[in-house]
C-alpha cells in the first residue's frame, strides 16, 4: 500500500513510519522542516517537505495513496489553538476530497466528542467534525489517552516541593498512553479495509493520579509521592507564575476541569478498547527517573 504520513517524523510518527516500512508498505512522511529529509530516508521512506496548511502541496502529496494518517501536530504558540486546528481540518479535508482518498485515520483525543469544555481538546473535536462531512470516505478517528510524556512537566515541582499538583488529581482516573502504542494502533487502521466513520480509543493503562505519582515516585526514589488536587484558581496562578501564557494557561486549566469532573473521560468509560497498550506505565516510569537524574 502507499501510505501517507503526517506529523512529520515526532513521537508518534516515528515508530508509525518504521513500522508500515517494516511491514513493505511505501511510505511518504510529511514534513515542514527540511532538515528531517536524511531521517525520513534513512528509515525508508520518502520524504514530502511542505506546510500542513497549503492544500495544493496536500493535494498533490495525497494522489494515489490508499491511505492517510492525520494529526495536528500541537501548538500552543499560536494565539487561537481552536482556530489553529480548524485551518488545518480544513485544509486536510479538501486535500482529501481533491486527491481522491479513501481511507482516512485522524489521530484525536480522548474527549473528542465534547465541543466545549475541554481546553486544547475542542480543537480535536472539531477536526473530527470537519471529516465527518466526507461520507464517501472510510474514516477512523484515534482517540488517544494523555501521553505518558505530558508527566515531564510535573518534574520540577517535584524536585522543588516534593508533590504534583493541578487541578485534578488524587483519585481522579486518568487513561493514559504511551505514543508506540498509538502507532501500532494507527498501523493496523492504515492497514485494514474499513467502511464509514467510527471511532477507537487507544489507552496503554488506567491510574487514579496518585498511583500515578506512586509509580513515578517509586522509580525516582520518592515512594510517598502525592499527586494533589488544587483550586482552577490556583492552578491558572501557579502557571502564569511559572511564565505560561495567560491564554495557554485557560486551556490547560479548562482541560484539567474536564478530567477533573469526569466530563473528559464520559464516552471513553462507555467505548473503552477490549485491549489496552503494550507499555504500562511503570515502563515510562524508568524513562522518567532517568530524564529526572539528569535534570
Not at 276 to 283: F, H, I, P, R, T
Request: one cysteine or more.
Amino acid at each position: 500500500m502507499k501510505i501517507i504520513i503526517t506529523g512529520s517524523l515526532g513521537n508518534v510518527g516515528q515508530p508509525l513510519a518504521t513500522h508500515l516500512v517494516e511491514q513493505g508498505h511505501g511510505v511518504t512522511v510529511i514534513s515542514s522542516q527540511t532538515d528531517r529529509q536524511s531521517a525520513i530516508n534513512e528509515l525508508g521512506a520518502t520524504p514530502a517537505i511542505g506546510s500542513l496548511e497549503d492544500v495544493n502541496f496536500l493535494t498533490t502529496t495525497f494522489i494515489g495513496a490508499d491511505a492517510v494518517f492525520c494529526m495536528v501536530p500541537p501548538n500552543i504558540n499560536v494565539p487561537d489553538s481552536r482556530a489553529y486546528y480548524q485551518g488545518i481540518g480544513r485544509c486536510y479535508v479538501q486535500a482529501v476530497k481533491e486527491s481522491g482518498v479513501k481511507r482516512v485515520v485522524h489521530l484525536s483525543s480522548w474527549g473528542g466528542h465534547l465541543s466545549e469544555g475541554t481546553g486544547f481538546i475542542a480543537g480535536s473535536h472539531d477536526v473530527e467534525q470537519l471529516f465527518n462531512t466526507l461520507m464517501d470516505v472510510a474514516i477512523t478517528h484515534l482517540r488517544a489517552g494523555s501521553m505518558y510524556y505530558n508527566l515531564y512537566a510535573f518534574m520540577d515541582m517535584i524536585k522543588q516541593v516534593g508533590f504534583m499538583g493541578t487541578n485534578y488529581g488524587d483519585d481522579d482516573l486518568v487513561a493514559m498512553v504511551a505514543p508506540v502504542d498509538i502507532a501500532a494502533a494507527a498501523a493496523e487502521e492504515l492497514g485494514r479495509s474499513a467502511n464509514g466513520h467510527d471511532v477507537r480509543y487507544v489507552v496503554s493503562g488506567e491510574y487514579t493520579a496518585n498511583e500515578a505519582a506512586r509509580i513515578l515516585g517509586a522509580a525516582i526514589g520518592k515512594p510517598d509521592l502525592r499527586w494533589m488536587t488544587f483550586t482552577d484558581e490556583q492552578t491558572q496562578h501557579g502557571l502564569e507564575q511559572n511564565g505560561i501564557p495567560p491564554h495557554v494557561a485557560t486551556g490547560l486549566v479548562e482541560l484539567g476541569a474536564s478530567i477533573h469532573n469526569g466530563r473528559l473521560g464520559e464516552h471513553y468509560q462507555q467505548d473503552k478498547p477490549r485491549t489496552m497498550g503494550k507499555v504500562k506505565l511503570a515502563e515510562f516510569a524508568q524513562e522518567f527517573a532517568a530524564a529526572y537524574a539528569r535534570a
